[in-house]
């Protein structure tokens, strides 16, 4: 259905990796399909773990382009240069709303859309912060500068769109409650994804499918296997699907527990591929926003286990059993129950209704728009300062 009143839609973000680029696209190309012009403005090919497949399939796709800037990581005088070129071509854009992703697209977005005010009256500046300076702890000297930068940017910010109430809390508990409008807006699936995977033949009990750091708690998954096969499942066999900073220290890891015969390493591959490979699906993250993998897998059928950390119980429920702390022994024996009792894990899942309903793209985009609207009002003058500070689910 294409929106009577097309916006010119601009979002900003470094990195085209993760969750963060596919939430983005979805967006992106949702709204495009209801009439939106839309572009996108991110770093340049070439980094190891960037998507250039997905990159590539978007730049196709929207009628303002992908254009790429490089942008590093650390914030340094290539910031300066970087911020030259983005401004340049949002001028050449001339978009409505401009939309930050992460921390390095959130300053981006909204510093320089202050700018372009001074030239254009309507631009409305939007944030999402998917995780970003909100990772780092309070007491840390990196946290206390990214936090009072980001209490700043809030004057220069008409909205901010957080992925999952959790992020809205950790925000609020790290930098204060927002003075701004602000709403949540779930992460959320295509229709396509919503079709059931059936394991394959031979498939696996248990499969990992994520970056292989600290972060994702691949050893708790590999500890817990340990202490299934020691306690009477000497059988038990796992997949592990991804790459990342720690994949070798992992592999390690996995010989000196003596996991060779149990557990096989696959390089990345797509998210539906993977869960063919095994019957349930393992979640054992130290911390998280609100996972992307975690809907894919509840999305396409798997039974699942998890941690609860992050936004992971707003989607399967406060005090839902297939939740556990981030530790190998729990771990273990929940997925000892798996093994024992698969019924019973099943029932603990979300109801497919549900999830559709708070977890689709179609949502997702809706909700994206309501707020870019939302902002281009308050931008007018025809609301109050902070505007209806609300949860959108």
């Known amino acids: 259905m294409r929106d009577p009143e097309p916006l010119r839609i601009v979002h900003v973000l470094r990195a085209p990796m993760g969750g963060l680029f596919r939430h983005v696209r979805d967006v992106a190309l949702a709204h495009e399909a209801e009439g939106h012009r839309v572009g996108v403005i991110c770093d340049l090919p070439g980094t190891p773990g960037y998507n250039e497949d997905m990159a590539s399939g978007l730049a196709g796709s929207l009628s303002l382009g992908l254009h790429r800037v490089k942008m590093q990581r650390e914030v340094g005088l290539g910031d300066l240069l970087g911020a030259g070129r983005i401004l340049k071509i949002i001028k050449e854009l001339q978009p409505d709303v401009l939309h930050g992703h992460g921390a390095k697209g959130g300053v981006y977005a909204r510093a320089l859309g202050s700018l372009v005010r001074a030239e254009r009256s309507r631009v409305a500046r939007l944030y999402s912060p998917h995780g970003g300076s909100l990772h780092y702890a309070p007491a840390s ?205 099943a029932g603990w899942m979300p109801g497919r209704e549900a999830l559709e309903a708070r977890f689709s793209a179609r949502v997702m985009a809706r909700n994206a728009l309501k707020a870019y609207r939302g902002a281009l009002t308050l931008r007018r003058g025809s609301a109050g300062k902070n505007g209806a500070l609300s949860s959108v689910s």
């Open 141 to 345: 000297r990196a946290g206390q500068v990214y936090f009072r930068v980001e209490r700043m940017l809030e004057r220069l910010t008409d909205h901010i769109l957080f992925v999952a109430e959790y992020e809205r809390r950790t925000y609020a508990q790290k930098i204060g409650e927002p003075s701004c409008a602000w709403s949540v807006n779930y992460n959320g699936l295509t229709d396509e994804e919503f079709e059931i995977v059936t394991p394959a033949d031979g498939a696996a009990d248990f499969l990992f499918l994520g970056e292989m750091r600290i972060l994702k708690g691949p050893d708790l998954f590999l500890r817990a296997l340990a202490d299934l096969r020691a306690g009477g499942h000497p059988d038990v066999r796992a997949v592990m699907v991804g790459d990342g900073p720690d994949a070798g220290a992992f592999k390690k890891l996995a010989h000196d527990l003596g996991l060779d015969d149990a557990v096989r390493f696959h390089a990345p591959m797509p998210a539906r591929q993977a869960f063919a490979l095994a019957r349930i699906f393992v979640m054992p993250s130290r911390a998280e926003a609100l996972p992307y993998v975690v809907l894919e897998a509840l999305g396409a059928g798997m039974p699942m286990i998890a941690t609860a950390v992050g936004g992971i119980p707003e989607i399967f429920g406060t005090g839902n059993p297939a939740l556990i702390v981030p530790e190998a022994g729990a771990l273990a024996r929940l997925m000892q129950t798996a093994l024992g009792e698969p019924g019973t894990l």
